[in-house]
Nanobody, 124 residues
Framework: QVQLVESGGGLVQAGGSLRLSCAAS????????MGWFRQAPGKERACGAA????????QDADPVTGRVTISRDNAKNTVDLQMNSMKPEDTAVYYC?????????????????WGQGTQVTVSS
């Protein structure tokens, strides 16, 4: 079983950038596909980006397409989310998630393990 701890959240102005990091422990990190999700108050948890076990096939999702980059370092057991050109509507709790299987996924229900989340607030 893998434990996930997010860090890097905070307050950022619109147009700014933020880098979130997720540290994994307790499992074989390179055996998991990873994802970053976000959940705003009153909204469903939605995918920001996902990446395969070996760092292949990184993918982002609407509405952050083109503004985020997901990356992972299997030697350090970390997965990062770089967010640029941030907007007030990006304000949410951001979660790191892990799933087994062959491929990454942008569907929250397909993930097995979740971190506690980190708050990101974008001011206008």
């Amino acid at each position: 079983q893998v434990q996930l701890v997010e860090s890097g959240g905070g307050l950022v102005q619109a147009g700014g950038s933020l880098r979130l990091s997720c540290a994994a422990s307790g499992g074989t990190f390179n055996g998991y596909n990873m994802g970053w999700f976000r959940q705003a108050p009153g909204k469903e948890r939605a995918c920001g980006a996902a990446i395969g076990r070996r760092g292949r096939s990184p993918q982002d999702a609407d509405p952050v397409t083109g503004r985020v980059t997901i990356s992972r370092d299997n030697a350090k057991n970390t997965v990062d989310l770089q967010m640029n050109s941030m907007k007030p509507e990006d304000t949410a709790v951001y979660y790191c998630a892990a799933r087994g299987g062959m491929w990454g996924s942008r569907t929250a229900g397909e993930y097995d393990y979740w971190g506690q989340g980190t708050q990101v607030t974008v001011s206008s």
